[in-house]
């Protein structure tokens, strides 16, 4: 690794210099948007490993392309993991990321102009959900369901409506910020009544299902559980699209030929180095420590006045209504938080009356925090340091000591890799 590193140094100081840049970025601050982490320094090194000269089109056994010896095995191996940590029937570790995973289980399992139920975008959903402005959105006919703002809940009875009335051919439930677990029981119930498939998208929370410390739809009859590798999980950038055993050809053919050609191995063979590490007692353990921290931050939070939106969280994330409980929008705060060196993104909250650039909140997690090391003491400081942020936005002396004390409490807790 170091030579590369000599070698980039020498030939394109331009790059070298932005990527020294972002390692001192990432070691400096905290880290808390929730969809964010750090990947091991194993997955480091395959990411940046020959894997990435091979054109490996098809699947194991089946190439479009000779020379397949070791890529056919470490496919062969992630595929097996995932079916072991997620226990379930089918993997397909090929999506480039959660986006076309999510495409690809659409265009495999259904038609153009289907309905699909999924949850509102300003409630959770993600803008694979069929946001007008994606191009799932155009394709498939998405119809909404919303979660009750006061205590997070979703109307089951409502969602029961929506559903015989429109007759879904799919149910989709997961979410992008959402702070709740899912009651998959009460979604398959009403999938079943419809004949619907049922499909949840774990993007956010795989890590958390994996290391056994949040439901696994599958353990709920599910058919289909998409995630992202690179959020909770701590992987390479991708997308796994693990299913029952009948759905599993109509998946792998929608991923190749219908809408990739050649995965990326580097990143296959990353996504086979985190699942081992998922299956281990200590993923299981960190899975406990990140759902503690978040806990903990909320509740700090919330005792100092904060507005959670649901009250509380019962996952890695929660969204703060900076409006209500600071007057200041989410960008404004998204801002003055960057500027002591910790790191959210502003985030519309249910029904949000203000514009999407300017939402009235902000979502925050733990999991990349929580990789770092950082335990339940670590968080009641941290909440002091965003609550004195957030409530003086314009204190630029305060925001100047702020960031000094951060930067030398993060100087403890190592970003792995560097
Ligand atoms: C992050 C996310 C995705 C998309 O992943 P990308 O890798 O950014 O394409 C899809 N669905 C949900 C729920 C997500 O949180």
Not at 44 to 73: A, I
Not at 100 to 106: E, K
Request: hydrophobic share 35%; charged share 25%; with cysteine.
């Amino acid at each position: 690794m170091n030579s590369y590193r000599d070698l980039l140094q020498k030939s394109d100081s331009d790059i070298f210099a932005a990527l020294e840049g972002e390692e001192r970025r990432q070691q400096a601050g905290i880290e808390l948007i929730p969809s964010e982490n750090y990947t091991y320094p194993e997955v480091l090194c395959t990411l940046g490993s020959v894997f990435t000269n091979k054109y490996s089109e098809g699947y194991p056994g089946r190439r479009y392309y000779g020379g397949q010896k070791f890529t056919d095995t470490i496919e062969e191996i992630a595929r097996e993991r995932a079916k072991d940590v997620f226990r379930c029937e089918h993997a397909n570790v090929q999506p480039l990321s959660g986006s076309p995973m999510n495409q690809a289980v659409y265009l495999g399992l259904l038609e153009p102009g289907d309905t699909i139920l999924a949850m509102d975008l300003s409630h959770g959903g993600h803008l694979t959900h069929g946001a007008p402005v994606s191009f799932m959105g155009k394709l498939f006919n998405f119809i909404r369901y919303k979660t009750n703002p006061v205590d997070g809940s979703i109307d089951f009875d409502d969602l029961r409506k929506t559903a015989l009335e429109h007759k879904p051919k799919m149910i989709l439930c997961g979410y992008t910020s959402y702070p709740r677990d899912l009651d998959y029981t009460a979604f398959k119930k009403i999938a079943d009544e419809v004949g619907a498939i049922t499909m949840t998208d774990a993007s956010h929370y795989g890590g958390l299902v994996a290391g056994n410390v949040m439901r696994n739809p599958f353990d709920y009859g599910f058919d289909i559980v998409t995630t992202t590798s690179h959020k909770s999980l701590r992987g390479p950038r991708g997308g796994i699209i693990l299913c029952k055993k009948e759905y599993a050809a109509r998946i792998d053919k929608a991923v190749f030929p219908g809408l990739q050609g050649g995965p990326h191995m580097n990143t296959i063979a990353g996504i086979a180095i985190t699942l081992k590490k998922a299956a281990e007692q200590d993923f299981h353990k960190y899975g406990l420590q990140v759902l503690s921290n978040a806990k903990t931050l909320a509740t700090e939070l919330t005792k100092a006045g904060a507005h959670l939106v649901t009250g509380g969280t019962d996952n890695h994330m929660m969204v703060v209504d900076t409006e209500k409980s600071y007057g200041i929008d989410g960008k404004l705060a998204e801002e003055v938080l960057d500027s002591v060196s910790i790191t959210t993104n502003k985030q519309i909250i249910p029904d949000d009356p203000n514009p999407p650039l300017k939402p009235s909140g902000i979502r925050i997690g733990t999991p990349a925090a929580t990789t770092r090391g950082m335990q339940d003491a670590d968080m009641v400081k941290l909440a002091g340091w965003m609550i004195e942020t957030l409530k003086n936005p314009e204190d630029l002396n305060l925001a100047k000591q702020t960031k000094s004390e951060i930067e030398s409490f993060c100087s403890s807790f190592p970003v792995p890799g560097l």
